[in-house]
């Protein structure tokens, strides 16, 4: 699993939204920042869940614990934006992805050209960081280069 954290030399100010960490994603970005990334688990069900909230998401159970995820998913649906927006170079892959430990996630694909044939879906990704600003975002890249950039 990569845990590289790109970060570059200069730091202008944030060209695009970017999330604020609440109380109950501290964890989350905690983890981003030091290229884990961390989900949820429940200790009476077992079951791994995403977005963070302080209760199971299957069974409500409030018996939860913060876990490293491993990183490796599959890609489950995807769009490809052709519009500008800050911070994004048009065009580009917004994408659910499939954790391993079975949450989904929306994020952005990196490496990969953005072109349906190079999207199978159940294609297999591995997690990576940015850094944007204050705050570490996980992207995900095809776990075998598709002929990308
Ligand atoms: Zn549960």
Known sequence: MST?????????????????????????????A?????????????EAYFPPQPWCAHCASDG???????????????VISHLPAPGFTAPYVIAVVTLAEGP?????LVGVLPD????????ALSV?????GDVTLPVFRP????GAA
């Open 4 to 32: 590289s954290v790109s970060k570059s030399p200069a730091k202008p100010a944030p060209t695009r939204a970017l999330p604020v960490p609440t109380p109950e994603t501290q964890h989350f970005w905690d983890g981003t």
């Open 34 to 46: 030091v290229g884990e990334l961390r989900l949820q688990r429940c200790r009476a069900c077992g």
């Open 64 to 78: 939860v614990e913060v876990f490293a995820a491993s990183g490796a998913a599959t890609l489950h649906s995807y």
């Open 104 to 108: 989904r996630m929306l994020t952005n």
């Open 116 to 123: 349906p044939g190079a999207l199978p879906l159940d294609l």
């Open 128 to 132: 990576e960081f940015e850094s944007v």
């Open 143 to 146: 776990t075998i280069s598709r």
